[in-house]
């Protein structure tokens, strides 16, 4: 520098790939691994209050068979039925679609609602994985949540869920519930469908928040053959 020191200059750091014989520096699956969705990460996510219900869509790895068929349902059901509820998480409302599920649960707290959420998605992952005869991950992302703080919001939640089908055009039978929802156990329909099921005999846990049990009602109660119009 012509002999002269330049003051408060600060030295380039230049950072070196560590070699370990061939075996180091960057390669494909090194580092942290990605979040996996079956364990229903909760980083990031806000704060839950226990007094707000959370609709929640899982959607599966593309390639995988559907989940509307009768064996894989029954996979489903069955895990739904055994982790329904556990350490303040309750899953009270589901619909299974081809290739995702919209579930309507609560938590005590986000801890209670990711903590439950995971348990769910791994019993389903190892139910769906015996059944198909493979391994791997079966659910594709992280899970999509929408807390719901109205009772009107509510409302839209629950025929988004049960009446999911309809949407898709996968049922149309009018005037009966999906039987691949919780239609069946659910208890504010304005027609009493024929083949419902009092909440007593659910495979599910019943609702805690005045949201969820009293609060929605407040609007009009779900038609059978109702189109869900809001996500």
């Not at 109660?221 to 809001?230: A, C, F, Q």
């Amino acid at each position: 520098m012509n002999g002269k020191t330049k003051r408060n200059a600060r030295p380039r750091i230049h950072q070196a790939e560590l070699s370990f014989g061939g075996r180091g520096g960057r390669r494909e699956g090194a580092g942290r691994p990605k979040a996996n969705p079956e364990a229903a990460s909760h980083a990031k996510r806000p704060p839950l209050s226990r007094h707000h219900p959370v609709h929640v869509t899982l959607r599966i790895e593309r390639g995988l068979p559907r989940l509307r068929r009768g064996a894989a349902f029954r996979a489903l059901r069955a895990s739904f039925a055994s982790g329904c509820e556990r350490s303040g998480f309750r899953l009270v409302h589901y619909s299974v679609q081809s290739n995702h599920l919209h579930l309507l649960v609560e938590g005590d707290d986000r801890r209670a609602l990711s903590r439950g959420l995971q348990g769910l998605a791994v019993r389903m992952a190892r139910a769906l994985n015996r059944l198909w005869r493979r391994t791997g991950s079966v659910f594709a992302e992280r899970y999509h949540e929408h807390v719901l703080r109205t009772p009107l919001e509510v409302r839209r939640a629950l025929v988004y869920v049960i009446q999911n089908a309809r949407k898709h055009g996968a049922w149309r039978k009018p005037g009966a519930v999906d039987p691949l929802s919780s239609g069946e156990w659910f208890d504010g329909w304005r027609e009493r469908a024929s083949a419902f099921v009092s909440q007593a005999t659910s495979l599910l846990a019943l609702a805690r928040t005045w949201l969820l049990r009293i609060g929605w009602r407040w609007h009009e109660l779900i038609g059978l053959s109702e189109v869900p119009r809001h996500a």
